[in-house]
């Protein structure tokens, strides 16, 4: 069945870097795969879709790759801020395009000022 | 427009008990999820429906069923818990389609005594 991996160690940055998180993913290469963001005591929100055919995704500071050459997806950060701080997931369909999602576990980012 | 709503927020029960976990939508969705949420591994997918009258088990449903009479409510229940059923429980709606953005709730956090 098909496994994501997102570095469970949280990612330090200073102010004004640029953040870089990683998913990984273990079977066949999704449709698409999207990004989102949670907050201490919220739900996750929906940042980003990236399909198999597109190489990049850009919005605003935010820029996702997708290379399913390596069964992985970049996801960064420009001009990092403090707000920018929380745990950010990737998911993809668990089988094929039924729109039912796996979620990896999450990469915590903290900004640092 | 409020979203996806659940409720309650929070919630104690002892083993053994049953109980409901709520979730509505005002979107006019036609897909609704369930996750729920643990430490350090991600969110795991519970049941899943494609518009009312029409269910399916996600990942780990063993222990929770669901109903989806209207397209508003989707409903889980658990019906004797046990305390591996502690966690953060999230709702998602979208729209019809294997790769539409997910809208969650902010969550029920159970605890199982």
């Known amino acids: 069945s098909q496994k994501i991996e997102q570095n469970s160690e949280a990612l330090n940055i200073q102010e004004g870097k640029t953040a870089t998180l990683t998913c990984n993913y273990t079977?066949?290469?999704?449709?698409?795969l999207q990004w989102y963001r949670q907050d201490p005591g919220r739900g996750p929100v929906f940042l980003l879709l990236?399909?198999?055919?597109?190489k990049e995704k850009r919005k605003e500071r935010l820029k996702v790759t997708f290379d399913t050459t390596l069964k992985q997806s970049l996801f960064h950060i420009t001009a990092s801020q403090p707000a920018d701080s929380a745990t950010y997931l990737c998911?993809?369909?668990?089988?094929?395009?039924?729109?039912?999602?796996?979620f990896g576990q999450g990469t915590t980012l903290q900004v640092k000022p | 427009n409020a979203g996806v709503t659940q409720t309650p927020k929070f919630q104690v029960l002892k083993t053994g008990q049953s109980m409901t976990l709520q979730c509505a939508q005002d979107?006019?969705?036609?897909?609704m999820s369930w996750y729920r949420q643990d430490p350090g591994m991600g969110l795991r997918l519970i049941h899943y429906?494609?518009?009312?009258?029409?269910?399916d088990q996600g990942e780990v449903p063993n222990g929770y069923n669901v109903s989806r009479s209207t397209t508003e409510d989707f409903p889980l229940r658990l019906l004797s818990a046990a305390p591996s059923q502690t966690s953060v429980y999230f709702c998602?709606?979208?729209?019809?389609?294997?790769?539409?953005?997910?809208?969650f709730g902010d969550g029920t956090r159970l605890s199982i005594l």
């Open positions: 979107m006019n969705h036609e897909y």
């Open positions: 990236i399909r198999e055919n597109e």
């Open positions: 429906s494609v518009g009312a009258g029409i269910t």
């Open positions: 998911a993809l369909d668990m089988s094929g395009n039924t729109g039912k999602l796996i």
């Open positions: 079977n066949y290469s999704p449709a698409y």
């Open positions: 998602a709606s979208s729209t019809q389609g294997a790769n539409q953005p997910q809208h």
